[in-house]
């Protein structure tokens, strides 16, 4: 395989692309290219040589038909909120911020479906939608770009009822390495048509092309939403109180399970006086009749293995109170170890293994002396454990490390995977060799098939080969 | 590109496959080879060279690494109920029959997934399911295999609740073209980690692999189920009907438009006295007080258009008489002229141009003078018009074709596809072409790169090349 070295931007493709952009619109300022690789993230990261700000699909596909010609690597960038170093340059290149690619283009009621630039954000795009009744549903947390939502095969809280962005993309432009430009899907909302290249990219993280424009499904905003909080003795109670809230085929929106670690975090952080127990965060989304019709089938559910009485919320001030310790988990947590940086665990597992995968890993946690809370997806079987790190403390980066292998080993024995919603990236690839052994040869040939100069995002996913 | 002529699969060749199998489970018996060929379509196909009767993984990996050694074409088989001719051998080869690889593998309650061999049945299936309490709602009408519904990306009524195959996959095994076999996937429900190599085989018709072993999400069977037929006055009115549903988020769980035409030719073959307009067949699950919720609003919405009034049933021996008319739309319309076959088109489209895509159609049928009803999964934007074609009648058949290619050009013109779930098979490689038009280099580049000798079903889903 080649291209595996550095290959730095010269000073002739940096004008190149200057000459196809305008010179104001390329960058080498080192706060500049430093701001473009940090992402939310605990890895180091090297930045690319230069960022160039694109503004329409024409000029990327330019921009990576000269840096195919030159070998130049191409590092697609949205917002900057990759958890596994999406936006690093370890083989150099240039950074394609596509943030300025910010245009909803299109948007239909009828058909419940926008066409966006790659570079509109969740919010943004919700804040364009807000008078049509409809609301794109895909909740990473951060404000994320669409088009890097749709590379990372992002979901988040609401995926347990309205799936992931695979599930809900239609279409897609992408920029291939040799500048040419491809459209996927169309607008039907189902298709036989040929090889589903849609979500060959969705996932892809940039390494197979870049995704400039995205066509997304939209939903029918809820008559009504109703919040409820409910506490359990132990994490099993919780998780068997999910289990039969699905095998029910109740239509719940949003569940997620936060461990007693995490409560009692955010009880000193937010000033909260919740018990400090397991407790789950729910989200109910229909018609008044079949919230209603919900609360009651999960009440019932919740009483039967225990659970506390539910503190319910409707309105949305009051709901946001309740979902105050969720939402604030990320800074509940860091607020424990000031200083510290976050490392977020992605394991997603079978739910008849989830809790049993938590309580190995807060065990994990105890004798590997680290300071983590939980918080889970816990409809979908995803968790992720959020630890507390001083970069500078070698040994106790070493035991985070230590720790995640071992929940990803768990993870991957019982048929999960290392990564639910927060993709590959730099900093899981040698867990996608493990847990993918058999496709690895697949991956490659399929890369190599349409990035065979390896110029889009390399690095990234797939393992050095051979 | 190599090989698009015939290749014949020699002596030698059956020897080394009857040496893996033994020589009673390849047939070259003209009947077998036959039945092996002919589908539920009106294409004429060619027949393969050999059947062989595969029983395990290993096996079909072994047939497969011997077929490519010799550049001979391998054609995989699960029920031979494929619409477009996915069972043809335009360049002869061997057909590996799936049909006894038919053990459901695992069965998990708690996970509500299965993992069975491709060639067990949709039925099969959910009869293995009977006492778990959950069922698998694929439902493209005909029993096919669970390996063939993920070949074509298969869906069928249920699909605007739960999907299609490509959202109810978790993971499959498949055997590449030199023999090497593949797990994809996993059984996490969700998962970031790589390409999404389960979307890629899924509706690849068998050109990149043989699927093997198939793991699908189950579903739990609804406490009740309600079913209602509602007529309207015209087509717009129904579309609109089923619109304002779907943007309400009432979660109905199928929703059929059957036309004036079909329901009169109903009504005669299955001796009924249905209202002769175009009519919903509705089907509604959840709990009772989510039935009754969903009843109420569809009820109302229907009202607002000028539905008539709703027949309702909600025990099994009811519904299905209710229905009767659009489970029998097939042969009720192929009654209408004895000894012809159906030629069944399957475009989608976003369903605000679906009236008007359907009242288009139907006043082509007129003008190309056809027989032709019209019945559709009208939540998805997708239906078939059944045309009743005399085979022999080459004047007839060239008008049905006249009347499929305006009704795809339409289709395309609007940004639908020209198969909502039947796949591209021989039968519409032009209009894929026609359809993904700048995809097409790379769907070629992807084939080559896995199949690079192009023994894997040739011929089927994508154009020959330049």
């Known amino acids: 395989m080649r291209n595996v070295t550095k290959r730095r931007a010269s000073p002739e493709v940096l ?4 000459a196809i952009v305008g010179g104001d619109r390329v960058s080498t300022n080192s706060s500049v290219l430093e701001h473009h690789c940090k992402g939310e993230t605990y890895h180091d990261l090297e930045p690319a040589d230069a960022v160039v700000f694109a503004e329409t699909t024409e000029e990327v596909s330019a921009i990576a038909r000269i840096c195919n010609n030159h070998s130049v690597p191409v590092i697609p960038f949205g917002t900057g909120t990759s958890v596994e170093g999406g936006t690093a340059a370890p083989f150099g290149g240039i950074c ?14 009828e058909d419940m479906d926008a066409k966006v630039q790659a570079g509109v954000t969740r919010k943004q795009l919700n804040s364009h939608l807000r008078d049509t009744g409809l609301f794109f549903p895909i909740d990473p947390g951060a404000d994320a770009s669409i088009g890097g939502m749709a590379s990372t095969r992002a979901s988040g809280t609401n995926a347990v009822r309205y799936g992931t962005m695979k599930d809900n993309l239609l279409g897609l432009t992408v920029v291939l390495p040799n500048g040419s430009v491809v459209h996927t899907g169309g607008r039907a909302k189902k298709s036989s048509a040929g090889y589903d290249l849609t979500r060959l990219f969705c996932g892809a993280e940039g390494t197979l092309g870049i995704i400039t424009e995205v066509t997304v499904r939209l939903h ?6 109703g919040a409820a909080t409910c506490a359990f003795r132990t994490i ?13 085929g109740i239509p719940i929106a949003r569940v997620e399970l936060v461990d007693e670690v995490q409560i009692k975090a955010s009880n000193s952080f937010s000033k909260l006086s919740m018990t400090v127990a397991p407790t789950l965060f729910m989200e109910f989304h229909g018609s008044p009749a079949s919230v209603n019709d919900q609360i ?3 009440t019932a559910i919740a009483e039967d293995v225990g659970g506390s009485k539910f503190e319910w919320a409707d309105d949305p001030e009051h709901r946001d109170r309740l979902w105050q310790a969720r939402h604030d988990a990320y800074y509940a947590i860091l607020a424990l170890k000031p200083g510290s940086r976050a490392w977020t665990t992605d394991t997603c597992v079978p739910i008849s293994h989830l809790a049993d995968c938590i309580l190995a890993a807060k065990k994990s946690v105890i004798a590997h002396d680290l300071t983590a809370s939980i918080v889970g997806h816990v409809g979908d079987g995803n968790f992720h454990s959020i630890i507390c790190i001083d970069p500078n403390d070698r040994d106790e980066v070493a035991r985070a490390r230590a720790f995640n292998s071992e929940l990803v080993e768990r993870a991957i024995s019982v048929g999960g995977t290392c990564t639910g919603e927060h993709g590959i990236g730099v900093g899981k690839i040698p867990y996608l060799a493990r847990e993918q052994a058999d496709a690895m040869p697949l991956m490659w040939a399929i890369k190599t098939a349409i990035d065979p100069k390896n110029v889009m995002n390399p690095g990234k996913v797939l393992p050095m080969p051979f």
Do not use: F, T, Y
């Open 15 to 18: 004008e190149a692309i200057a």
């Open 96 to 109: 394609v911020d596509l943030s300025r690619m910010n245009d909803v283009l299109h948007v239909s009621r």
């Open 296 to 298: 009651e089938r999960v």
């Open 236 to 248: 099993e109670d919780a998780v068997e109180c999910v289990i039969a809230v699905i095998q029910h």
């Open 220 to 225: 029918g905003i809820p008559e009504k939403v």
